[in-house]
Antibody, heavy 117, light 107 residues
Framework: QLVESGGGLVQPGGSLRLSCVVP??????MTWVRQAPGKGLEWTSV????????NYADSVKGRFTISRDNSKSTVYLQMNSLRAEDTAVYYC??????????????WGRGTLVTVSS | DIQLTQSPSFLSASVGDRVTITCRAS??????LAWYQQKPGKAPKLLIY???TLQSGVPSRFSGGGSGTEFTLTINSLQPEDFATYCC?????????FGGGTKVEIK
């Protein structure tokens, strides 16, 4: 299972780094998906297996950075210039793809990020 | 961006009922569609990928169909543990997008 950590309370304009431990020897593509309180799911970012490919939702582009350290089996989400609307539970999820069989097949339990003064 | 519209957004049903949820894409996505189940306070769980392929371990009462722009998730003989929120996702192109969700509640 994936295990996220790093969430917490942060002031507007502040920064936070989330971590997601990916058990096993493989280094799959990974995504971060968030869910604001009482709202639906929103994809934020993806990183390829080697870490060279990344992509972001417009809502976080330029503020969030996804990265990974495969030697530590960990994926990160660096969140800067946080806003109240970034308040959400953040899930990391494994992204499997190929032959149209794309899906987020394994999810972590999530970590809550609250942006408030 | 590809928009996904789910209907209905809320559904009231009884144990044993057959229910169908629809997900419409704003443009063609072939079969790049997945369905997830989410219970309160829990992470989403993958049910179906490639529009109609059942994820390992998911009961066969769940089925998916469609391609292009219109997709369905059907639950045959609804069980007590199926009362949850269901959400579709397109993986055809970035940004990956989700439908707004369908909450299935006990009648």
């Amino acid at each position: 299972q994936l295990v996220e950590s790093g969430g917490g309370l942060v002031q507007p304009g502040g920064s936070l780094r989330l971590s997601c431990v990916v058990p096993g020897s493989s280094s799959p593509s990974m995504t971060w998906v968030r869910q604001a309180p009482g709202k639906g799911l929103e994809w934020t970012s993806v990183i390829g297996a080697a870490g060279q490919y990344t992509n972001y939702a417009d809502s976080v582009k330029g503020r969030f950075t996804i990265s990974r350290d495969n030697s530590k089996s960990t994926v990160y989400l660096q969140m800067n210039s946080l806003r109240a609307e970034d308040t959400a539970v953040y899930y990391c999820a494994r992204y499997v793809w190929g032959s149209q069989n794309d899906a987020l097949d394994v999810w972590g339990r999530g970590t809550l990020v609250t942006v408030s003064s | 961006d590809i928009q996904l519209t789910q209907s209905p957004s809320f559904l009231s049903a009884s144990v044993g009922d057959r229910v169908t949820i629809t997900c419409r894409a704003s443009q063609g996505i072939d079969s790049y569609l997945a369905w997830y189940q989410q219970k309160p306070g829990k992470a989403p769980k993958l049910l179906i990928y490639a529009a109609s392929t059942l994820q390992s371990g998911v009961p066969s009462r769940f089925s998916g169909g469609g391609s292009g722009t219109e997709f369905t998730l059907t639950i045959n003989s609804l069980q007590p543990e199926d009362f949850a929120t269901y959400c579709c996702q397109q993986l055809k192109s970035y940004p990956l997008t989700f439908g707004g969700g369908t909450k299935v509640e006990i009648k």
